[in-house]
């Protein structure tokens, strides 16, 4: 209490005991008695302060070390998130540049306290499941088929030296741990680049230094025989297919772009190089229908050539456990599906010029549906015969000549009959069957749903039927709603049919076309569930890397 109150007090107790002693019809044993008992009354309060004054001392101690291991932890956590950001090139994720070691620092306060943070990516599948991947230096976290990089946990404890080990019981409460998770944007190169195989995936191309060591020299495009992470030139082997139709390839933040050595009257046997990348003829290439890879004529049209890209190894069979690499050139294509001639781009290669580019549309200029989780790839009327019992989802066929390309069985049109409750079109999508214009289809084919989920059937799948699609009244099959935009998570760039189901490429259920050698995602509804084999035509930008969820653990 204030000073001035403490002296009134004990006035007032001062004047009491002379009162009580001047009583002399009062024993002296009552005055002692209460003088102890106010001496007691007094020492107790004293020792109530100091204990009280130590334990907010304590407290406050304790506090600012917890408060400083907190701070140690979450600046780990920046570290990481730091690091993980540094990894990139154009403004795209470097895989192989992302950390895949302990990240450990101390912070920059007085005395600062050290921290040590470990990151564990996962990947997601078609379903939306995650699963945790190994990550190697150099290469960085390998996913495995059908799934993509898409976040990583991120664990920080300070001060390191009196972090326990995760999942351990320790009794030391002077340490912190926070964990975060940080999602990865998706593009169309959730994982920058991939391999572009051969038909029977026996062999890949690789891009190679003239020199040995650097681009310095030049490259040239070679077939290899050893392809993947295992391989020692994996990061070589990871083409992009953009959207001005270029093959290119990232080394040391650099693009290089596979040159056309132009329209040719012969075959020509020197290697093809690398250049300078961009919207020019010299340096773009189209997909034709058998997944050749053809010249881009010269003359402005973008019309392709009759030229292609030609595997030298596509007739050997090298022995086992060797590695045979040769030099591409360009040969006469040949109209069909042979290991010398077709290639395969995983889907991580990219769409080229079919990947849309806004999104207010439903569709981009060569009028594809491109989807999101196999992105390079489109939905295909098998084989050009529109009696299949399935359509599939094929490596995107593209010219810059993109009102002759792609042909009709790849391009989509749609004609809208009404809107739904949420302002969404609901019509019609069909192909212009035998022609590559939407305008005026003399023989339109209409995608028609079989209103039923694969739980039900795992054959359930999308075909396509003779329709008439300005006709106002349609079956109920044939109706579809696009989403665009206005769908939230879970319907965002899709299409739904009349019993809400929504169009999608399963990776779980593939098939071999007639006369094919290799099986392709089918095309089906199923329950929408906002997984990317939903999404078509999403823009190269869905989603946003983020740190989110941090929270103590």
Known sequence: MPANLRCSYWRRVT???HRIGNRGNRGEDGSIVLVLLLIMFLSIIAVTVTTGALTQLNLSTNLKLRNDAL????????????????AASGGNLTVSQLPCTTVAGVTNSTAGTPYTATIQYQQQNSQGQYAGVSCTP??????????????????????ANVCPAVGSAAPNTGWRRTISTYTFKTTNANIPGGL?????????????????????GGMTLDVTTSCGPASSSYTLEKFQYTSTWNLEIIVGGQGYCVQDPEDLSSPKSSPIVFGTCGANPTYQWGIDDTAEIR????????????????????????APQTVQTSPAFMAACAGGYDNKYTWQMAPSVG??????????TLFGNTNQLVNYQEFGRCMDVTNQYVGSSFLIDYSCKQFPDTADYPTWNQRWCFTQHSIDSNGNPVGVLYTPQGQTSCASPSNPYCAQSPLETPVQAVDAWVTVVPCSPSSATQPTALSWTGWSIRGG?????????????????????????SGSSNEWSTIQVATCDGSYMQKWNAPATLGSSQIADTHEG
């Open 15 to 17: 004047r009491a005991m």
């Open 71 to 86: 701070q140690g932890a979450l600046a780990g956590n920046q570290a990481a998130v730091a690091e993980i950001r540094s």
């Open 138 to 159: 150099g290469v960085g976290p390998i996913t495995t088929s059908h799934s993509f990089l898409a976040r990583a946990i991120i664990t920080s404890c300070a001060p």
């Open 196 to 216: 572009v195989n051969t038909y029977q995936f026996g062999e890949c191309m690789v891009a190679s230094f003239n020199n040995g060591t650097d681009p310095s």
């Open 295 to 318: 010249g881009v004529a010269t003359n402005g049209s973008g019309q392709p050539t009759n030229w292609c890209i030609n595997n030298p190894l596509g007739d050997t069979q090298p």
């Open 351 to 360: 769409a080229g010029g079919a990947a849309p580019s806004d999104t207010t």
């Open 489 to 513: 998570a879970i319907h965002d760039y899709t299409w739904t049919d009349a019993s809400g189901y929504c169009l999608e490429a399963n990776t779980q259920n593939p098939q071999y076309p």
